[in-house]
Structure formats: structure tokens, C-alpha cells
């Protein structure tokens, strides 16, 4: 079994292990309003029951039906996860635009303090000092009780970091794409600025939308929707080696090829990666994926495979 994250300099900890929600209720996922709610319940229910508990959605996915379908679930079950929700800059034009979202977000998510409030991404007509200042008064009025950003490379994020600390706030997260098709953080400055500065790195498509589940590529199934237009599915016969090297180890450990991709980036320091899950199924695929350890020698293989995706700080199969 993975340890828990510590997020941040926080007393928070949270197993190595979120739940993505982008998919629910947002049409780029072929989003199925017939079966989307009860299969959005079981991945809901079975993370929790797993000790998954971080979940993490955003006013923008689904024009706010993901996170009304959270607050829908937190309110029929009465259950509470850690909520991780983003605001999203652009089009908003002032300063007093951070609160009206922040007050859109928790009357859809049914809940009176958002856990970790994110900025979605660092573009922005508003200047980076008006946007957190906001957040920051959200803090000290109990709205929100950490504060993360996405998306913002080392610069940025060290500039956030030193406005928020300005106000006694720790910036607490960086939400950016890191897989094993992705490990530009490792190489831009992001992960290593995290790590000195006491911020977790949240990771987002951990399995490069499904490329690194084994289940599309030549000879394979075909992604369908609009992901088959990114550029990972197009040039996915080179990274099939590395498929292949996830299969076998799964077949040492029992596992598929989606888990040891998620075990490889969980294992990182201070990291969490943030699956999505489609349904039940996936959800306990994903738990189950921090439960056994991968040996020193399938680590340093995956790392060999990969290597050349961090390659100057872009990856060579973009998403």
C-alpha cells in the first residue's frame, strides 16, 4: 500500500489517489445523460468506500453539470469527499467576478466551504494579484480552506506562491499534466519547484485519456469522440512498446496496464494523480491501483521507456 500525501504544508493528508470528474456531464466524453448519474453514483461510492476521497471537478466541465452532479451526490448519500473545484479566469473581466463564481460553485456543489479552490489556468485579463487577493479573502471568510492553481508553470506558480504567502496563505497544489507520456513537469521546473516549495502536484490525465490503459493502438480498440483528434492517439504506435512493458508487469502483479501507469506516478514524492472513472468498474480498477508496490527494477525500466518524454521540458506525444 502507497503512504498518504501530505498536501502542502498542510495537516491535510489524502491517499495518493484522486478522482477526476471531468467527464461527468461534459460532451467531449461521449457523456450518455441516460446512465450518466447512476454510473457517476457507483464510481462516487466506491471511491469513498476505498478511501478515495480527494475528487476534482471545475465550474467549466459541462457548463457546471459536474460539479451539480457532485453536489447531488454528496447530498443524496450524505457523504463528504475532499472537494477540489477551479475558477476559471477568462472571459471574467473584474476582480468581484472571483466571489460571483465561488458563490456559483458552492450553490451547485451544495456545500458552505470548498476544500481546495484552484485557479483553472494562469490566462487572464485580470492581473494574478486581483485574482488571489480575492481567493484569499474567500479564506479568511471560511469559503475555501486551501488554495491551489492549475496549468501554471514554475514561474508563475512561485509568483503565486510569494502573493499568497504575502496574506499568510500557503499555496497548497499545482494541477498540471504529468504521465508517463508526459513527464515535462520533471524537466520544466515544476515538479522540482513543488517539492522545494512544500506544493503537491496534482496530476491530470495520469493515463494520457486511456493511451496508457493498453486498450487502443494499432491492432487495438479506437478511441472514439473528440480525443480521437489529439495527437497521443494519432502517434500511439511509438509509445506501444511502453504499453506492452505495462502489460507484463500488470501480469507480475495481477494488475492491468492502467494500474502500474497510475502506480508509477502515485509512487512520486508528493505526488497524486486524478483518474477519471467512467463508472464503478473503473473506479475500483483505479483504487486498486496504490495497493502493491512496483520493485526498484520495474520503476528504473518505466523510467528508461520513457525518458525521452521529458525531453527539454515537452513531451514528445502532446495530448
Given at each position: 500500500m502507497l503512504p498518504d500525501v501530505?498536501?502542502?504544508?498542510?495537516?491535510?493528508?489524502?491517499?495518493?489517489?484522486?478522482?477526476?470528474?471531468?467527464?461527468w456531464g461534459d460532451s467531449y466524453w461521449s457523456y450518455d445523460p441516460t446512465?450518466?448519474?447512476?454510473?457517476?453514483?457507483?464510481?462516487?461510492?466506491?471511491?469513498?468506500?476505498?478511501?478515495?476521497?480527494?475528487?476534482?471537478?471545475?465550474?467549466?466541465y459541462g457548463k457546471g453539470e459536474s460539479e451539480r452532479t457532485l453536489g447531488r451526490l454528496i447530498a443524496e448519500t450524505g457523504r463528504r469527499p475532499f472537494i477540489a473545484t477551479k475558477f476559471q479566469p477568462l472571459p471574467r473581466l473584474r476582480p468581484s467576478s472571483v466571489a460571483t463564481a465561488?458563490?456559483?460553485?458552492?450553490?451547485?456543489?451544495?456545500v458552505d466551504c470548498i476544500d481546495l479552490y484552484q485557479v483553472h489556468h494562469p490566462f487572464s485579463i485580470l492581473r494574478m494579484?486581483?485574482?488571489?487577493?480575492?481567493?484569499?479573502?474567500?479564506?479568511?471568510?471560511?469559503?475555501?480552506?486551501?488554495?491551489?492553481?492549475?496549468?501554471?508553470?514554475?514561474?508563475?506558480?512561485?509568483?503565486a506562491h510569494r502573493l499568497l504567502a504575502r496574506r499568510g496563505i500557503p499555496l497548497v497544489s499545482n494541477q498540471v499534466h504529468y504521465s508517463l507520456l508526459h513527464r515535462a513537469p520533471e524537466a520544466n521546473g515544476v515538479l522540482a519547484a513543488c517539492r522545494e516549495l512544500d506544493i503537491t502536484l496534482i496530476?491530470?490525465?495520469?493515463?494520457?485519456?486511456?493511451a496508457l490503459t493498453g486498450k487502443y493502438g494499432p491492432g487495438r480498440g479506437k478511441v472514439s469522440g473528440m480525443r480521437r483528434f489529439r495527437r497521443v492517439f494519432r502517434h500511439l504506435g511509438r509509445a506501444?512498446?511502453?504499453?506492452?512493458?505495462?502489460?507484463?508487469?500488470?501480469?507480475?502483479?495481477?494488475?492491468?496496464?492502467?494500474?502500474?501507469?497510475?502506480?508509477?506516478l502515485a509512487a512520486q514524492p508528493n505526488v497524486i494523480p486524478i483518474p477519471g472513472a467512467r463508472d464503478g468498474r473503473q473506479a475500483e480498477e483505479n483504487a486498486h491501483s496504490i495497493d502493491f508496490h512496483l520493485s526498484e527494477a520495474e520503476m528504473a525500466l518505466l523510467d528508461g521507456l520513457t525518458r525521452v518524454y521529458r525531453r527539454h521540458g515537452r513531451p514528445i506525444i502532446d495530448m
Open positions: 501530505r498536501l502542502g504544508p498542510t495537516d491535510t493528508m489524502l491517499r495518493p489517489l484522486g478522482l477526476g470528474v471531468w467527464q446512465t450518466a448519474y447512476e454510473n457517476a453514483r457507483a464510481a462516487f461510492t466506491v471511491s469513498l468506500d476505498a478511501g478515495v476521497t480527494l475528487i476534482d471537478t471545475a465550474e467549466a465561488l458563490e456559483g460553485s458552492l450553490e451547485r456543489l451544495g494579484e486581483h485574482v488571489l487577493g480575492r481567493i484569499a479573502d474567500a479564506v479568511r471568510a471560511g469559503k475555501v480552506r486551501h488554495v491551489g492553481v492549475s496549468n501554471y508553470n514554475e514561474r508563475q506558480m512561485r509568483k496530476a491530470y490525465s495520469p493515463l494520457a485519456q486511456g506501444m512498446p511502453l504499453v506492452e512493458a505495462l502489460e507484463e508487469i500488470g501480469r507480475v502483479h495481477d494488475r492491468t496496464a492502467a494500474q502500474v501507469a497510475l502506480n508509477w
